[in-house]
């Protein structure tokens, strides 16, 4: 089992910058990707950020420049932590944040965190 606890949401003006956090602990193999997912009011899901075991990224259109997500692995696997930087935000990016973890050979997520609430407003 894989344990993912977020953190980092808040509330931020237009134009300033946020960090969250997936701590991600339990049984964690050395092959896998994580994900930042977000979700506003009467939208579904998207994916906005990815990041593979081996470093790859790639991110959505609406927030390519703007978030950068990045890792830091324990050495003995077990533990991971994904950031996700987050600048220049926009009202547009108000939603709840979910952290996500798949596997190798998984087409979609095999866990998810609790999910943290970003607000952008003036």
């Known amino acids: 089992q894989v344990q993912l606890v977020e953190s980092g949401g808040g509330l931020v003006q237009p134009g300033g910058s946020l960090r969250l956090s997936c701590a991600a602990s339990?049984?964690?193999?050395?092959?896998?990707?994580m994900a930042w997912y977000r979700q506003a009011p009467g939208k579904q899901r998207e994916k906005v950020a990815a990041?593979?075991?081996?470093?790859?990224?790639?991110?959505?259109?609406s927030v390519k420049g703007r978030f950068t997500i990045f890792r830091d692995n324990a050495k003995d696997n077990a533990r991971d932590t994904v950031y996700m930087q987050m600048n220049s935000l926009k009202p547009e990016d108000t939603a709840v944040y979910y952290c996500?973890?798949?596997?190798?050979?998984?087409?979609?997520?095999?866990?998810w965190g609790q999910g943290t609430q970003v607000t952008v407003s003036s």
């Open positions: 339990g049984s964690i193999f050395s092959i896998y990707s």
């Open positions: 990041i593979t075991s081996g470093g790859n990224t790639n991110y959505a259109d």
């Open positions: 996500s973890l798949t596997r190798i050979h998984s087409a979609t997520p095999d866990y």
